[in-house]
């Protein structure tokens, strides 16, 4: 299974047609906030499910502050991460995930990519395809690819 991971899109989604071009095809496009009411824009871009929640910047919306799935045998948990402060540090989103049993949380609202699999619950952001705030300012998303009985595979990617 492949799958793209993107966050803070905040309504520019050049870069993200872009990226989704050099992916394709992919079986899931997971999206962690800041799409700024266009998350029917983006599901048609997609061409396959789209799991989206709400972002700081969603004024308005109807989308799910946090989803729970699971992708094969990893229980998930997709967040924006602004509740949980994760500007500051990811130490709350951490104990937050561990406390809730979860193999892998994925949060975007830095800006800043982040591939964490230091601990039991590892730490996915995918830092922002629009507007990157990391040393070097390259637009960033993440490709996992998940194969049965594997270890997920999570690869940053810049364009």
């Known amino acids: 299974m492949k799958i793209m991971i993107v966050s803070d899109t905040h309504r520019k989604h050049q870069n993200l047609m872009e990226a989704l ?4 095809p992919i079986d899931l496009l997971i999206h962690l906030g800041d799409a700024e009411g266009t998350e029917q824009e983006i599901a048609q871009m997609a061409g396959c499910p789209v799991e989206i929640v709400a972002g700081n910047n969603d004024f308005f919306s109807d989308l799910p502050r946090e989803k729970e799935l699971w992708l094969g045998a990893y229980r998930v948990l997709l967040t924006h991460g602004h509740y949980y402060y994760v500007t500051t540090s990811t130490e709350r989103i951490k104990k937050e995930a561990e406390a809730g ?34 040393e070097g300012r390259q637009p960033s998303y993440i490709r996992l690819n998940l194969e049965r009985n594997e270890k997920p595979q999570f690869e940053i990617m810049y364009l």
Do not use: A, K, W
């Open 101 to 134: 049993n979860y193999d892998i949380v994925m949060f975007g609202h830095t800006h800043r990519p982040l591939v964490d699999c230091s601990t039991r619950t590892m730490l996915i952001n995918p830092g922002s395809i629009s507007y990157p705030r990391q």
């Open 21 to 24: 071009h050099r992916e394709q």
